[in-house]
């Protein structure tokens, strides 16, 4: 996780607003929740005046990994001490999470106007597809739960990339999401900046003694529907086993209807990754060590 601060003052005391950055694995049942708990219990253990409130800049599904995620919080230490230099804030808070599958990267001071989630400018997913896997006992242990293992040992990569395309700029994509509480709250009008598939690589595989191809499909836009990537996903890769036409994904785009969407289809959770959440420069100035004293009170 990454984490920025801003530098605030109420009634005389210094407050700080965080913003970090880190990773977590998605593997448990209601995990966003879950991590977004663990990491206010280990901000409420640096023994902060304010009752600690995350607000993370993107939602994963249960199963959904996430290299990249962001969040803020506001941080008053007691009896006036300077806030945390950034570096220690990193060390105290991971020193706290570290029997959780959940690390803070980077933690940046910012302005108190900051917001994680609505200054975020764009958010990339990246979809890891493993080809030609009979079992999944037959992947590395370090991909276990971290890739869509398929029976196809390879798929019409030039037929997926022609599909992409017609998915790339500003849409409707209701055909694209899933049903869910939030749905008439949102517009379905999205632009998609990037719709890509690359040859990936296993996390083993320098040392795995058997090779496993793996495709990447890689995802850009300043924010997505609930679940669009993994339907976007399970599209493609049916467009690569011949199982849909490029002419047909076209049509079932125009159709702006999610009921459209053929049944089965949705690629699974744990092949998705968060791997960026960017933001402008100017709301994440340059890092300034304020104070070097030990986090333990």
């Known amino acids: 996780m990454h984490f920025s601060v801003w530098l605030l003052r109420k009634n005389n005391h210094v407050t700080c607003r965080y913003?970090?950055?880190?990773?977590?694995?998605?593997?448990?049942?209601?995990?966003?929740?879950?991590?977004?708990?663990?990491?206010?219990?280990?901000?409420?253990k640096l023994k902060p005046v304010n009752s600690a409130s995350l607000s993370v800049s993107s939602r994963t599904d249960t199963g959904v990994h996430a290299l990249s995620n962001s969040a803020h919080f506001d941080l008053q230490r007691r009896n006036n001490k300077p806030p945390f230099a950034e570096d220690l804030l990193v060390e105290a808070l991971n020193y706290h999470l570290q029997t959780e599958q959940i690390r803070i990267n980077?933690?940046?001071?910012?302005?108190?106007?900051?917001?994680?989630?609505y200054r975020a400018q764009s958010r990339t997913y990246v979809y890891r597809v493993a080809l030609g896997v009979r079992h999944r006992t037959l992947l590395p242990l370090t991909e276990s739960n971290?890739?869509?293992?398929?029976?196809?040992?390879e798929l019409d990569v030039e037929a997926m990339r022609e599909a992409a395309a017609v998915l790339i700029g500003t849409h409707d994509f209701s055909s694209f999401r899933a049903v869910n509480s939030d749905m008439t709250f949102?517009?379905?009008v999205k632009t998609l900046d990037v719709a890509s598939i690359q040859l990936g690589n296993s996390f083993a595989s320098t040392y795995f003694h058997r090779q496993v191809s793996f495709l990447?499909?890689?995802f850009t836009s300043r924010s997505f529907l609930y679940k669009q990537?993994?339907?976007m996903t399970g599209a493609l890769v049916a467009v690569g086993r011949g199982l849909l036409t490029v002419s047909q994904l076209r049509d079932l785009l125009e159709a702006k209807d999610n009921l459209a969407y053929p049944q089965n289809l949705?690629?699974?959770?744990?092949?998705?990754?968060?791997?960026?959440?960017?933001?402008r420069e100017s709301d994440l100035p340059l890092r300034q060590a304020l104070c070097t004293d030990n986090f333990k009170d």
């Open 19 to 44: 913003w970090k950055h880190y990773a977590q694995r998605g593997s448990i049942p209601h995990l966003f929740s879950v991590h977004r708990h663990k990491i206010q219990e280990a901000i409420q």
């Open 106 to 117: 980077q933690a940046h001071r910012v302005a108190d106007d900051f917001h994680a989630r």
């Open 146 to 153: 971290l890739c869509w293992d398929i029976q196809d040992t």
């Open 186 to 188: 949102k517009n379905p």
């Open 216 to 218: 990447e499909l890689t």
């Open 229 to 231: 990537v993994r339907r």
């Open 266 to 279: 949705v690629a699974p959770a744990h092949g998705l990754f968060l791997t960026q959440v960017a933001y």
